[in-house]
């Protein structure tokens, strides 16, 4: 089942701004990293942006400037400011977590995604 919620996706023009949203619902793991990735049509899927747990965070060089990333994992939320938006950005927006599932024994890390977002941005 899917439990990181995303919400914000949508239509704009270029030089415009939107912001994306996510929240994973599920309480009983520990989230290590949240972040989101965007994949364009007939492409990869590439790395975006996260926040980590110890509060620190990154920006892909692409969009280094005018995307900002903010969010606690601790709240289990993370949201991603679009600015100066242009077409080469139109994508399908993923929320991903890295979390901690405890085990009998020791436990493991695992990948959650969101459904996905759609992004356009037009000329």
């Known amino acids: 089942q899917v439990t990181l919620m995303e919400s914000g996706g949508g239509s704009v023009q270029a030089g415009e701004s939107k912001t994306l949203s996510c929240e994973e619902v599920?309480?009983?793991?520990?989230?290590?990293?949240m972040a989101w990735y965007r994949q364009a049509p007939g492409k990869s899927r590439e790395f975006v942006a996260n926040v980590a747990s110890d509060g620190a965070s990154m920006v892909a060089g692409s969009v280094e400037g005018r995307f900002v990333i903010s969010g606690d994992t601790r709240k289990r939320v993370v949201s991603l400011q679009m600015n100066n938006l242009q077409p080469d950005d139109t994508a399908v927006y993923t929320c991903n977590a890295r979390v901690w599932i405890a085990g009998y024994g020791y436990g493991s890390a695992h990948e959650v995604w969101g459904q996905g977002i759609q992004v356009t941005v037009s000329s």
């Open positions: 599920k309480t009983d793991f520990t989230i290590l990293i």
